[in-house]
């Protein structure tokens, strides 16, 4: 995506609380819209129009303006998207737009590290988007503030006031604070002081981080030279994750370092509803990940096969050959693992917003505890989860190859029954168990999905004659129940071993975790060759719910 850069005419163009002006943009782009921030913008928008909540207020107006965005998108269009999609979802958010909408649209906020040696100055800055060639009709406030773990302010600059959309830069001094986590939080605040846009950076500040990194890249480097990778799978696993995770925390001490709640635009994030799930992860957790990888390198550079040692939870990645990226993704081997036998796999797809963590950490048991890795545990399978790479991908393209490579990476490198590899996802994940599995017969045992369908247009003659359970949340605020039971039905046609259930009392949230004990029951039964259709008709999409 190219930089986009020209004038709109001004007639008529300015933004204002008048369903006519929503449409029309003025101003220079000066920098590209963020491709993850405009898809979660989309997915936000579709999710309340879906909303069968009783009483939720129809949004006619907005009718022409989604239309526009979409016709944006497909034709490449981000820019004019973002800006569309911010002031439907400003519409739904019952926040009229105006000028407020273009300032907070343009501003994006980013901090200059992740990583930080304590008493650094930390850099932070504002940067337009787009810009509107006329001085704002009212003047903004810009408030930065370092937050510690407790939320207590720590350090807090002046309020910047902004007359005109433009870079503003803003420095943070930590002389003094002990080492831990902290947060940047950036305000827009409009001229009668209401907080227009906000957004949080994460950032931690270690005496010792930078140096432990330094030498896990060093030790990568060596790993490389010595020609490690090339003894086994399981060694070309281990070298590239000691390899990924240099790599990724090196760039988190020379940048705002990855993951979705640290990019997002503070509109996106100030527009998000927070009553919908969060299955966004941290990609930085060097209490969890710097310790395996040294441990990992360590072992290596001694000759030894780390991962023939290890089970529970892992952070794993691999060089994929679409690109020669480092792609990660989770793996949790059971307790009684034992590579003396075959084990079943399952393969998990996250959700829109979601990551390789997402399953292991955002889907809980009562307890409070990992539903997957006990479910896992007490059944014994072995569960992969990839990243999809990034969390609004929607398994197309590279997406779709890396669950492929994912699950071949693992059968290559752990003791797995290639005849017992399960795939099951959902929301986006459920439109990805479809997609991926289309035209892959033999790969997959079984199939669940969960809430959700694919992004694009399957060619179901090719999909494989594998059981398929297919499970919906009678309350779904995202996936509507109708949409789901037409869908059911096109299903049904297509796959021989097909059973719809409906969970009557569950939304998006809770079907993700009440499905997965089903979806272990299933796929045990298919294992066991005893699992059969119930043969039970499917709801009429607009019939009362079950």
Do not use: C
């Amino acid at each position: 995506m190219g930089l986009a850069l020209f004038w709109v005419p001004l007639l008529h163009a300015q933004l204002s609380e008048k369903p006519e002006t929503w449409t029309k943009v003025e101003g220079q782009y000066v920098t590209d819209a963020d491709r993850e921030s405009v898809l979660f913008l989309m997915a936000q928008i579709q999710a309340a129009q879906a909303d069968p909540a009783p009483g939720r207020k129809p949004h006619p107006e907005v009718g022409e303006a989604v239309q526009m965005a979409y016709q944006s998108l497909s034709v490449g269009n981000w820019n004019a998207a973002a800006r569309l999609f911010a002031r439907v979802l400003a519409v739904y958010r019952d926040q009229p737009p105006g000028e407020w909408l273009e300032v907070a649209s343009s501003l994006q906020f980013d901090v200059d590290r992740r990583i930080a040696a304590p008493g650094v100055t930390l850099h932070a800055r504002l940067e337009p988007r787009f810009v509107l060639g006329r001085p704002l009709k009212t003047p903004y406030r810009a408030q930065v503030m370092l937050l510690d773990a407790q939320g207590k302010v720590v350090v807090e600059r002046p309020a910047e006031i902004l007359q005109r959309l433009e870079p503003v830069d803003f420095s943070l001094r930590t002389s003094g604070l002990p080492e831990g986590s902290y947060r940047v939080r950036y305000q827009l605040l409009d001229s009668e002081g209401k907080v227009r846009a906000w957004a949080t950076r994460e950032v931690l500040l270690s005496p010792s981080m930078e140096k432990r990194i330094r030498a896990l890249v060093e030790q990568g480097r060596k790993l490389a030279a010595a020609g490690v990778a090339l003894k086994s799978p399981a060694q070309a696993l281990a070298v590239q994750t000691v390899q990924f995770m240099g790599d990724l925390y090196a760039r988190a001490l020379e940048g705002p370092g990855p993951g979705l709640s640290n990019h997002l635009t503070p509109l996106a994030l100030t527009l998000a509803d927070p009553k919908l799930p969060n299955y966004a992860t941290d990609p930085i957790n060097p209490e969890r990940d710097l310790p395996m990888a040294e441990w990992m390198a360590s072992e290596l550079l001694s000759g030894h096969s780390p991962l023939a040692a290890k089970k529970g939870d892992l952070r794993l990645a691999y060089l994929s050959a679409v690109d020669q990226s480092m792609q990660s993704f989770r793996l949790f081997l059971p307790p009684g693992y034992d590579a003396s036998k075959k084990w079943p796999l399952l393969v998990l797809l996250h959700d829109a917003g979601g990551d390789e963590g997402s399953y292991f950490e955002r889907y809980l048991a009562k307890d409070g505890g990992s539903q997957v890795m006990t479910l896992a545990a007490e059944r014994g399978y072995v569960v992969a989860a990839p990243s999809g790479r990034g969390p609004m991908e929607y398994y197309t393209n590279a997406s779709r190859k890396d669950v492929l490579d994912v699950a071949e990476r693992v059968q290559e490198s752990f003791s797995i029954d290639s005849k017992q590899v399960f795939l099951a996802g959902q929301g986006s994940g459920a439109g990805g168990v479809m997609s991926v599995s289309m035209g892959e017969p033999g790969r997959f045992a079984g199939l669940m999905a969960v809430g959700g369908q694919p992004l694009e247009v399957l060619d179901f003659s090719k999909a494989p004659d594998v059981p398929f359970l297919f499970v919906q949340g009678g309350a779904d605020e995202i996936f509507s129940t109708a949409t789901a039971r037409r869908l059911a039905f096109v299903l049904q046609r297509r796959y021989k071993q097909f059973e719809y259930v409906e969970d009557a009392s569950s939304n998006h949230a809770a079907v993700g975790v009440t499905s997965l004990a089903m979806g272990f029951d299933f796929f045990d039964a298919v294992r066991a060759g005893k699992w059969k259709p119930s043969g039970k008709p499917l709801p009429l999409p607009n019939s009362p719910r079950n």
